[in-house]
């Protein structure tokens, strides 16, 4: 049986699918036996939703848009 | 992730912006000025620096359009003098103490098992995940990132972009992206990890 500090190497390719069958499968058998493991990979998913859903709601802050656009204006579009 | 369609697009509005047409520039800007200011807002947590890079980088593709040869994807290329404004940027500022990352793992005995308690947060409600002090926290430790680790970390979970593409644009390796992103967010979990934890501590003392 692998131990935790392996499946925790494991983590990012679980995510991403990259995992051979048969490790992904032990992964999964040490997941049924350990549940701090279960709440680490949990907490390491939320981690990378709750970050991104917080960082990627960067909007353009109207000033600086009205900026972007006389930038555009007087540099590119008439120099 | 940008589709197919997208991409297509983007070669359309390449090829018309070499051949002089204003409009495809435009249109180049409506599609990236967000993508590209908040890119360099999240590395450089500065609405200003913000707004110069997005200004250069806007100025760059107009200029250096002939020099880009679509070797990888116009997006990409966009994604790589966004990054290098920014980096001249951070490059002006003091340098900050970036912590180290090793902290980002739990305590393993021996054998490789964990020997500490793993609270689970992942369940706790939205109010609490999506709370102004949690986008604090985040910030904030987001922050303290090396720069190496957040970028992979923002182009890969905050854009969205996948490990592939993060590679193109890094010039890094699948499994050294995959490295630096892990290291990331081992480290992002901990710091989560330590507020939640105090955060239910605070609540059941009230």
Redesign the interface.
């Known amino acids: 049986m692998i131990c935790c500090k392996e499946c925790i190497d494991l983590l990012c390719d679980y995510f991403e699918g990259t995992l051979s069958p048969d490790t992904a499968a032990s992964l999964e058998d040490h997941f049924k036996d350990c549940p701090p493991c279960v709440s680490f990979l949990e907490t390491y998913r939320q981690t990378s939703d709750i970050c991104r859903k917080t960082l990627s709601a960067v909007e353009i802050p109207e000033p600086v848009q009205i900026k972007l656009r006389e930038f555009v204006k007087n540099h590119i579009q008439s120099p | 992730m940008p589709t197919q369609e997208e991409k297509e697009q983007d070669e359309i509005l390449v090829r018309e912006m070499k051949a002089g047409r204003?409009e495809a520039?435009?249109k180049i800007?409506e599609l990236y000025?967000?993508k590209i200011?908040?890119l360099s807002?999240?590395m450089t947590r500065n609405?200003m620096d913000?707004?110069d890079v997005?200004?250069e980088v806007?100025?760059t593709i107009?200029r250096k359009i002939d020099t880009f040869q679509g070797k990888s994807a116009f997006s990409s290329w966009v994604y790589r003098i966004t990054l290098n404004a920014t980096y001249m940027k951070l490059r002006t500022k003091k340098k900050e103490q970036y912590v180290s990352l090793d902290e980002g793992?739990?305590n393993?005995n021996h054998?490789?098992?964990?020997n500490?308690?793993?609270?689970?947060?992942?369940?706790s409600t939205d109010s609490l995940?999506?709370s102004n002090e949690?986008?604090g926290v985040?910030?904030k430790a987001?922050a303290l990132l090396p720069e190496k680790e957040k970028v992979v970390?923002?182009l890969r979970?905050?854009?969205?972009l996948s490990?592939e593409k993060v590679g193109d644009i890094l010039d890094l390796t699948i499994p050294a992206v995959?490295?630096r992103?892990?290291r990331a967010?081992?480290f992002?979990?901990k710091r989560?990890?330590n507020y939640f934890d105090e955060y239910k501590t605070r609540s059941s003392k009230k």
């Open positions: 204003m520039f435009d800007f000025q967000r200011y908040a807002f999240n609405q913000a707004q997005t200004q806007l100025l107009y793992l739990p393993f054998a490789g098992f964990q500490e308690k793993v609270s689970d947060w992942s369940k995940l999506f949690t986008k985040i910030e987001v970390f923002m979970d905050v854009e969205g490990t995959k490295s992103l892990h967010r081992l992002l979990r989560l990890s």
